[in-house]
């Protein structure tokens, strides 16, 4: 009988990957649910200045002053309408990882969020010239006017200012230099800006001050979202985790600077769970319970165990190397869709560069046989997991290429060319193709893939960066 590549102590893998045949792969789930939830987006974005519309008799906007007016009000209703949808983007609703995943998510959160930014700064000027031009003031004077005169205009200005300072620091080279948990907890005051601008829009928005089903509706939009946010964030969470109730198992040494972390728990089998998909784990521990830091699992779910593999780049994935069995673990997920179920063909290329090994590595299993994986690492030993992907090789026919060296030797240049793929996957512009690693080596395959002749929608990108 074959044996599967297993730590030495650990706990034995499931019997499914010990067998020589090829488990079914798993079934494809088409991109629907993405396009509809866009389509309710596009949709939503031009409900919400469906009020203005409807209030605004026709042949009433003649002037400058009139149409500033108007376009501050317009941008005001966007501004409040993409504000929401930035909270319903980060309530981890069920519905909104299956169908977008969480890495894409985040994407869409990011590009939004400029909008956004955008949108508020647009209305803030706009109103404030439109206002001062009816008055005969300066806008400057005409914001003090506000500020102490209008009701709820004192928390309307701290939000815009808060979100400007989001903004700020969420700028790509911003972002880059600080600390994550400082940008993270500079980042949670957005929902502050939910707050503080929540009575300004009903005491001072022309279409939302009068009841009505404008003024009704866009009450309604608020509570689906925080009940949306309540239910991800707390309630899934909460259930997942006292119906599976992880712990740590075992740790198993996979190169000089990575860790396998193996956690067991209850009712595994009924975990739907995919291989590329990742969780948020909190290690409940002395200096780690604070921060939830997000994993990819490296193999396949299984009845038995789940499986982490970590490498070290900073204090807390340096923690976890000495994580003790039997730590509890708190894990919201799982999340992404970069996994063989969104496949669009039957065959795949697989790149991975250093820890990006993981997720793919732990789709491998699900996937149809005959798969071809191009692994970059720097040396032999960065290579991770080099045992059980030989073994996949053996047993389920993938063939894989183990690529050594540093981005500029002559060898990893050759094949990270068009001519150098095709060479390696002839039949490459007909496959799907998963990419995972850092993201400046991600944004190069997707290139050299492209011009390979890969169409757009069979590239699958998972950058470790949310
Ligand atoms: C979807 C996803 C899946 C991942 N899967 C794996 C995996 O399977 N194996 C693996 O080794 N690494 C994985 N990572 C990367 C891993 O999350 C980071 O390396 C780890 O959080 C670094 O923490 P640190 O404190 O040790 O390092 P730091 O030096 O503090 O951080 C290094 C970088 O990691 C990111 N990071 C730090 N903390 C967090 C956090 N709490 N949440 C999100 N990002 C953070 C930031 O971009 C930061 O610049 C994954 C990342 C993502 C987004």
Not at 276 to 301: D, E, I, K, N
Not at 395 to 411: A, E, H, K, Q, T
């Amino acid at each position: 009988m074959t044996t599967y590549p297993r730590p030495a102590s650990g706990p034995r893998p499931p019997l499914r990957a010990g067998s020589h045949e090829p488990a079914p792969a798993v079934p494809r789930r088409g991109a629907g649910g993405r396009r509809l939830l866009v389509v309710l987006f596009l949709g939503g974005l031009v409900a919400s200045v469906l009020p203005w519309w409807l209030d605004t008799p026709t042949g009433s906007l003649t002037g400058g002053i009139a149409m500033t007016t108007a376009a501050g009000q317009i941008t005001g209703l966007v501004a409040g309408y993409l504000l929401l949808v930035q909270v319903l983007m980060m309530s981890r609703l069920p519905v909104l990882e299956l169908w977008a995943g969480g890495e894409r998510i985040a994407r869409w959160h990011r590009d939004v969020a400029a909008t956004l930014l955008v949108a508020v700064l647009a209305h803030t000027a706009l109103i404030l010239v439109g206002y001062a031009g009816l008055e005969g003031r300066s806008p400057l004077r005409q914001a003090g006017v506000m500020l102490r005169e209008y009701q709820d205009m004192v928390s309307a200005f701290a939000a815009a200012g808060l979100l400007v300072l989001v903004g700020l620091v969420s700028v790509r080279a911003v972002r880059r230099v600080l600390p994550y948990e400082l940008w993270h907890a500079t980042h949670l005051a957005a929902y502050a800006v939910l707050l503080l601008g929540y009575a300004h829009q009903f005491s001072n928005g022309s279409q939302l001050f009068r009841p009505g089903p404008a003024r009704t509706g866009w009450i309604a939009l608020y509570v689906l979202v925080i009940a949306a946010w309540l239910w991800g964030r707390v309630i899934k969470p909460l259930r997942f985790n006292l119906r599976h109730r992880l712990r740590v198992s075992d740790l198993v040494t996979e190169s000089p600077d990575a860790v396998s972390i193996y956690l067991t728990g209850v009712r595994l089998d009924r975990l739907e769970l995919l291989g590329g998909q990742f969780f948020r784990w909190r290690f409940l521990t002395r200096g780690c319970w604070w921060q939830s830091h997000p994993f990819s699992v490296s193999a396949a779910g299984n009845d038995r165990w789940l499986r982490l593999t970590v490498k070290v780049v900073g204090r807390h994935t340096q923690d976890l190397r000495n994580l003790d069995p039997g730590v509890r673990v708190w894990a919201a997920g799982p999340s992404g869709t970069c996994t063989a179920a969104h496949r669009t063909r039957e065959r795949a290329l697989l790149i991975a560069a250093g820890s990006g090994i993981t997720p793919l590595r732990a789709m491998l299993e699900e996937l149809p046989p005959n798969a071809a994986l191009i692994y970059r690492a720097r040396t032999s030993a960065d290579v991770l997991l080099r045992e059980e992907l030989d073994w996949l090789a053996r047993n389920r026919g993938l063939r894989v290429w183990y690529v050594l060296g540093s981005r500029g030797d002559p060898g990893p240049r050759q094949v990270m060319t068009p001519d150098g793929i095709r060479q390696l996957v002839p039949d490459v512009a007909r496959r799907d193709v998963y990419l995972c690693g850092p993201p400046g080596l991600v944004e190069q395959c997707r290139r050299v893939l492209r011009q390979a002749g890969v169409r757009r929608r069979q590239i699958h990108l998972a950058t470790f960066e949310l």
